[in-house]
């Protein structure tokens, strides 16, 4: 039972600690996230105008 309930204490104070620290970690808008070079926004990078190969069609 002392095992059971040092489980449930560990369980809460992990959900507080991720519920404290993942907001901040993760809040990032997206032209920061995606503000590299390799980032592809064109519309020629898109799925809908690749073929099967993976080359973009003109």
């Keep these: ?3 059971f ?3 449930l ?3 809460a104070v992990l959900a507080v ?3 404290v620290a ?3 970690l993760l809040a ?3 032209d920061e996230t995606f503000a590299s070079s390799g980032a592809r926004v ?3 990078a898109s799925v809908e105008h690749r073929n099967f190969s993976g ?3 003109h």
Excluded: V, Y
Aim: charged share 25%; with cysteine.
């Design 1 to 3: 039972m002392k095992a």
């Design 5 to 7: 309930l040092a489980a």
């Design 9 to 11: 204490c560990a369980i």
């Design 17 to 19: 600690g991720a519920r």
């Design 22 to 24: 993942l907001p901040t």
């Design 28 to 30: 990032r808008s997206a």
């Design 42 to 44: 064109g519309e020629e």
């Design 55 to 57: 080359r973009a069609q």
